[in-house]
C-alpha cells in the first residue's frame, strides 16, 4: 500500500477555507411581482353581522311562514327575540356650581364690610397705648416659662455619681431606723407580757389617802347624828 504523506500547512489550509464556506450567505435566485391589494374593513362587517344575529324571529305559534293569518283575514308578524343585554342607564354623579362656589348677596356683602377691619386701622391701633389697672402679661415670657417647664419634664437627667452614692446611703439608714424601732417595739411588748398584772391607779397617793379619811368621817359623823337631834324640824 502506497502511503500519502500530508504537510502541516495543507491542512491548516483546508480547514480555514472550510471554515469560511460555512459562514458565508449564498441569497438564493428569487423575482418579486408588485400587486394591488383592495383591502377592506373586516371588523365593521363583522359587527354589523353580530347585530343582526342577536335579534331573530322567534316562530314560537308558527313554522312555516313569518306571518300568521288569523280567521278575520288579519296578518300577524311573528314575534321577534334579542339577546342584547339592556344597556345600563349611566347616572352623572355631579354637585352643583353652589358646593364649590359661594355666591353672596348685596346684603351680606354690606354686613362684611361693616366688620371688616383695614391694614391701616390694624397698624393705627397698635400705636395707640391703652390704659387699664389691670395687670398685663407678656404671651412672649409666659409661653418661653411654659415651654422651659415642659422641655425639663420631657429631659431627664441622670444624676451625678455623688449624688447616686449619697442617696444609697440615705437608702440604707432609712432601712437601718426601720429595723431598730421595729426591734424597739417587740423589746417592750415582751416586757409588758412579763410583768404581773397591776390595776390602774386613778391619782396619787396622797389623793388616795384624802379619798379615805372622807369616807371615814362621813362615816362617823352619821353616827354620831343619829343619837343626837336634828338639826331641822320635823314636825
Same mark, same amino acid.
Given at each position: 500500500?502506497s502511503?500519502?504523506?500530508? !504537510?502541516?500547512? /495543507?491542512?491548516?489550509?483546508?480547514?480555514?477555507?472550510?471554515?469560511l464556506?460555512?459562514?458565508e %450567505?449564498?441569497?438564493?435566485? $428569487? =423575482?418579486?411581482?408588485?400587486?394591488d391589494?383592495? /383591502?377592506?374593513?373586516?371588523?365593521?362587517?363583522? +359587527?354589523?353581522?353580530k347585530?343582526v344575529?342577536?335579534?331573530?324571529?322567534?316562530? @314560537?305559534?308558527?313554522?312555516?311562514?313569518?306571518?300568521?293569518?288569523?280567521?278575520?283575514?288579519?296578518s300577524?308578524?311573528?314575534?321577534?327575540?334579542s @339577546?342584547?343585554?339592556?344597556?345600563?342607564?349611566?347616572?352623572? /354623579?355631579?354637585?352643583? =356650581?353652589?358646593? %364649590?362656589?359661594?355666591? %353672596? =348677596?348685596?346684603? &351680606?356683602?354690606?354686613?362684611?364690610?361693616q366688620?371688616?377691619?383695614?391694614?391701616?386701622?390694624?397698624?393705627?391701633?397698635?400705636?395707640?397705648?391703652?390704659?387699664s389697672?389691670?395687670? &398685663?402679661?407678656?404671651l412672649? /415670657?409666659?409661653?418661653?416659662?411654659?415651654?422651659?417647664?415642659?422641655?425639663?419634664k420631657? *429631659?431627664?437627667?441622670?444624676?451625678?455619681?455623688?449624688?447616686?452614692?449619697? *442617696?444609697?446611703?440615705?437608702?440604707?439608714?432609712?432601712e437601718?431606723?426601720?429595723i $431598730?424601732?421595729?426591734?424597739?417595739? +417587740?423589746?417592750?411588748?415582751?416586757e409588758?407580757?412579763?410583768?404581773p398584772?397591776?390595776? *390602774?391607779s386613778?391619782?396619787?397617793?396622797?389623793?388616795?389617802?384624802r379619798?379615805?379619811? +372622807?369616807?371615814?368621817?362621813?362615816?362617823?359623823? %352619821?353616827?354620831?347624828? !343619829?343619837?343626837?337631834?336634828?338639826?331641822?324640824?320635823?314636825?
Amino acid at each position: 500500500m502506497s502511503e500519502i504523506r500530508v !504537510s502541516r500547512a /495543507q491542512l491548516c489550509n483546508e480547514s480555514e477555507d472550510e471554515s469560511l464556506s460555512e459562514t458565508e %450567505y449564498q441569497a438564493p435566485d $428569487l =423575482d418579486f411581482d408588485i400587486v394591488d391589494v383592495n /383591502q377592506e374593513d373586516e371588523p365593521a362587517k363583522e +359587527k354589523e353581522n353580530k347585530e343582526v344575529d342577536e335579534e331573530f324571529a322567534f316562530p @314560537l305559534f308558527s313554522i312555516t311562514s313569518s306571518t300568521t293569518v288569523e280567521e278575520r283575514g288579519r296578518s300577524q308578524e311573528m314575534k321577534k327575540v334579542s @339577546l342584547r343585554e339592556p344597556s345600563e342607564d349611566t347616572v352623572i /354623579q355631579k354637585r352643583p =356650581d353652589s358646593y %364649590y362656589f359661594v355666591q %353672596y =348677596d348685596d346684603k &351680606l356683602k354690606n354686613q362684611f364690610k361693616q366688620v371688616v377691619v383695614t391694614a391701616e386701622e390694624i397698624i393705627q391701633g397698635s400705636k395707640d397705648i391703652v390704659f387699664s389697672k389691670k395687670r &398685663l402679661v407678656d404671651l412672649d /415670657q409666659f409661653n418661653r416659662d411654659i415651654e422651659e417647664v415642659l422641655s425639663r419634664k420631657k *429631659k431627664r437627667h441622670r444624676p451625678g455619681k455623688r449624688k447616686r452614692m449619697n *442617696k444609697l446611703e440615705c437608702d440604707k439608714r432609712k432601712e437601718e431606723r426601720k429595723i $431598730l424601732e421595729e426591734k424597739e417595739r +417587740k423589746e417592750k411588748f415582751e416586757e409588758r407580757q412579763k410583768r404581773p398584772f397591776q390595776a *390602774k391607779s386613778f391619782g396619787s397617793h396622797n389623793q388616795i389617802s384624802r379619798m379615805k379619811q +372622807k369616807t371615814t368621817f362621813n362615816s362617823k359623823s %352619821y353616827e354620831k347624828g !343619829s343619837k343626837s337631834k336634828p338639826q331641822f324640824r320635823t314636825e
